[in-house]
């Protein structure tokens, strides 16, 4: 089994506790990858520390992204192989095993851009996913992080953007044409954690902005994409996002993530029998 956990953890300092809600993230999940956003290097310097006991190495992959990447195992593993401030795509080898490529991704904020900056961002990251393939030859790939955007915005669900659907029987289709090109899909799971009454919370992030009249509250803006060639290795429950970590619960009333205990993003897993 092969996992990857994602956290925007907020900017949380080393002092604030997030580096141990972080290792019992790992431990809890048996994270092979752990990627952060908002993540500092005096983080990653306590995290190395408290992740590294005799029985496992876990090394830093400095990305030239926004997002930080630890991985257990030999660094060689992983290989960045195309990156922008907003991203980077990793390549990753392991013996007896698949090649992967992995996404991460912390996306420009909504704070300060507009819908559509938002979904240019995410179109250009689409590129260079697709770019990625050709290069590595193959299209087994997860892509996972804070897009800020939800499942149903336009650089998500468009031919040229993500083109994440909701169904996994129409992404096991692979792909479909779209005035002369075909664009492959992804699959993303994210769309079934929407709605009231679930069992987990119904979104990564909540935010109800006062005075605007668009205010979704919650928000599937943590996601966890993956290409149909993956399918077979995935279970229904392969994805999910976080809320509590062994007694310790995320989350406030309602679900909503108690930034006092952890951050104002929920986590999100995904595993793969790969």
């Given at each position: 089994?092969?996992?990857?956990?994602?956290?925007?953890?907020?900017?949380?300092?080393p002092?604030?506790?997030?580096?141990?809600?972080?290792?019992?993230?790992?431990?809890?999940?048996?994270?092979?990858?752990?990627?952060?956003?908002?993540?500092?290097?005096?983080?990653?310097?306590?995290?190395?520390?408290?992740?590294?006991?005799?029985?496992?190495?876990?090394?830093?992959?400095?990305t030239?992204?926004?997002?930080?990447?630890?991985?257990?195992?030999?660094?060689?593993?992983?290989?960045?192989?195309?990156?922008?401030?907003?991203?980077?795509?990793?390549?990753?080898?392991?013996?007896?095993?698949?090649?992967?490529?992995?996404?991460?991704?912390?996306?420009?904020?909504?704070?300060?851009?507009?819908?559509?900056?938002?979904?240019?961002?995410?179109?250009?990251?689409?590129?260079?996913?697709?770019?990625?393939?050709?290069?590595?030859?193959?299209?087994?790939?997860?892509?996972?992080?804070?897009?800020?955007?939800?499942?149903?915005?336009?650089?998500?669900?468009?031919?040229?953007?993500?083109?994440?659907?909701?169904?996994?029987?129409?992404?096991?289709?692979?792909?479909?044409?779209?005035?002369?090109?075909?664009?492959?899909?992804?699959?993303?799971?994210?769309?079934?954690?929407?709605?009231?009454?679930?069992?987990?919370?119904?979104?990564?992030?909540y935010?109800?902005?006062e005075?605007?009249?668009?205010?979704?509250?919650?928000n599937?803006?943590?996601?966890?994409?993956?290409?149909?060639?993956?399918?077979?290795?995935?279970?229904?429950?392969?994805?999910?996002?976080?809320?509590?970590?062994?007694?310790?619960?995320?989350?406030?009333?309602?679900?909503?993530?108690?930034?006092?205990?952890?951050?104002?993003?929920?986590?999100?897993?995904?595993?793969?029998?790969?």
């Open positions: 089994m092969f996992c990857v956990v994602f956290w925007n953890i907020g900017g949380k300092s002092q604030s506790g997030i580096v141990r809600l972080i290792t019992a993230l790992q431990r809890q999940e048996d994270a092979d990858v752990i990627a952060l956003a908002e993540c500092s290097e005096g983080v990653i310097g306590s995290l190395l520390r408290a992740l590294n006991p005799k029985s496992q190495t876990w090394e830093w992959i400095q030239q992204s926004r997002v930080s990447v630890l991985v257990r195992g030999p660094q060689s593993a992983i290989t960045e192989i195309n990156n922008h401030e907003y991203y980077s795509i990793l390549a990753v080898q392991r013996p007896q095993h698949i090649r992967l490529l992995i996404g991460v991704a912390h996306i420009i904020s909504r704070v300060y851009h507009e819908f559509d900056d938002v979904d240019e961002e995410i179109k250009a990251l689409a590129d260079s996913i697709r770019d990625a393939e050709v290069q590595v030859g193959h299209t087994n790939t997860v892509l996972l992080g804070d897009l800020n955007a939800n499942p149903f915005a336009q650089g998500v669900v468009t031919a040229r953007g993500l083109h994440a659907v909701m169904p996994r029987a129409v992404a096991m289709q692979g792909g479909r044409q779209v005035l002369h090109r075909v664009y492959s899909y992804f699959f993303n799971p994210m769309w079934k954690f929407f709605g009231d009454g679930t069992t987990s919370p119904p979104g990564t992030c935010y109800a902005p005075g605007s009249h668009r205010a979704f509250h919650w599937m803006y943590d996601q966890v994409l993956i290409r149909p060639g993956l399918l077979p290795y995935y279970a229904n429950d392969s994805v999910q996002i976080v809320h509590t970590l062994g007694t310790n619960s995320l989350t406030k009333a309602n679900w909503i993530p108690d930034r006092d205990v952890g951050s104002d993003h929920l986590p999100i897993r995904i595993r793969l029998s790969c």
